[in-house]
């Protein structure tokens, strides 16, 4: 029987079309039935707790991630303090470890006064026995998705403002800094004389001398520029506190209850401790707490391009500048290490493999994010002593597990 016998008051255009959307539904049908892990993971989200699900199930190599685990509770890559992997929404892989933070701390001091003692076990890396982990420069990652936000809101204006602009209350030491750009510290670039680049153990690290005073941000203002903003990346934590007070003084609420309001509670964070820098403003250089599994929502809703359960919470387009190389970390060699907006880009998207990008926090805090296979890794740990060797777990994670992923 021809088709338009069978649907006399269909034109053959519409019965064509019809029986083409009946076919494909029929192959998604049976993709589903075949591959049923394939065909419900990209729509699992997190409730109270990640979903559980075999690595192997996931496409993951399953005695790699136990190997690397035994390895890590062996202590072969330092204080790992917790792993954990997700793909497509679901855990693959959660453990955690224990040291003796007291025992490998003993006899040794470190420059700055409470609450910036690092080696005070009661404090760090566990906010006392809440479960909440020291992310340290993690926290610059989170303030950028905040002002990420606030620039979608309208509550400030775009990368292209300058210090001056969003902060005139504050004093310049060199007239030449009002001029940097949002952009400029977002990438690292301001072009402000600072040293970050010694031991934290050390006074001479600008970061740890800013620690002993009670205006972070008006020490790194004190400083003249060395560079033209904008041409060498030169990490520089008291900037990332700037991007705290810009973010308080234009919505009129401290950063940590932004945070609150419009990024820890739609995604599901409940629990956390941030405090603040002695100005006053919450510390975005390195004072957020947080559980690993809730620093995995932060870190999945940056592999979904900031999209939770349909809600855009962080506008696509900064997820993609924030993970995009806007300056080499080392001027002589574009294709290797990069910096976004306050995210570490690890490696480009080669045909040998794809593209990683992460936070970076001292101590080994790291939020991975491998965007073209759904897949997700944090690591927490507490590698601090001057003669602490760990192996960085952007590279264990990379040639560990994402090469050895089997599955789409």
Not at 251 to 279: K, Q
Not at 349 to 374: C, R
Not at 395 to 400: E, G, P, S
Request: proline letters at 6%.
């Amino acid at each position: 029987m021809h088709a338009s016998n069978r649907y006399p008051n269909v034109c053959h255009a519409q019965i064509q079309c019809f029986l083409r959307v009946r076919s494909l539904l029929s192959q998604l049908l049976l993709a589903a039935l075949l591959f049923p892990q394939w065909s419900v993971a990209e729509s699992v989200w997190p409730g109270a707790h990640w979903a559980q699900a075999d690595p192997a199930s996931l496409g993951l190599d399953r005695e790699a991630i136990f190997k690397l685990s035994a390895e890590i509770e062996a202590g072969q890559h330092g204080n790992i303090d917790s792993m954990t992997i997700i793909r497509h929404g679901q855990a693959a892989f959660e453990q955690h470890y224990e040291w003796d933070y007291s025992a490998q701390y003993e006899g040794l001091s470190y420059p700055s006064p409470p609450p910036w003692d690092y080696l005070n076990v009661d404090a760090y890396p566990f906010h006392g026995d809440t479960g909440l982990h020291s992310l340290q420069s993690v926290s610059k990652s989170v303030v950028s998705a905040l002002i990420g936000i606030a620039i979608e809101r309208g509550e400030l204006p775009g990368t292209d403002a300058t210090l001056g602009e969003l902060l005139p209350h504050r004093a310049f030491a060199d007239p030449a800094a009002k001029n940097v750009t949002l952009e400029n510290v977002l990438t690292m670039t301001a072009g402000i004389d600072w040293e970050e680049d010694v031991s934290y153990f050390s006074l001479e690290n600008d970061a740890t001398a800013s620690e002993a005073l009670d205006d972070w941000v008006g020490y790194l203002l004190s400083k003249p520029m060395t560079v033209e903003q904008g041409t060498l990346f030169d990490y520089n934590s008291a900037s990332s506190q700037a991007l705290s007070e810009i973010l308080a003084t234009a919505t009129g609420v401290p950063t940590n209850v932004y945070a609150e309001r419009h990024l820890f509670g739609p995604i599901g964070i409940r629990d956390y401790y941030w405090n603040s820098a002695p100005e006053g403003h919450t510390n975005a250089g390195g004072g957020l707490f947080l559980t690993a599994a809730d620093l995995a929502r932060f870190t999945w809703l940056y592999a979904q391009n900031g999209e939770w359960q349909g809600e855009q919470i962080v506008p696509a387009e900064w997820i993609a500048r924030s993970s995009a190389s806007s300056i080499p970390v080392y001027g002589d060699d574009p294709d290797g290490w990069g910096y976004g907006y306050q995210w570490w880009i690890y490696r480009h998207k080669t045909a040998s493999g794809p593209k990683m990008y992460g936070g970076w926090g001292w101590g080994g805090q790291f939020p991975l994010i491998v965007p073209e296979l759904n897949l997700i890794a944090i690591f927490t740990g507490w590698n601090i002593k001057e003669d602490a060797h760990y192996a960085s777990a952007f590279d264990l994670f990379y040639d560990r597990i994402v090469t050895s992923v089997t599955a789409p």
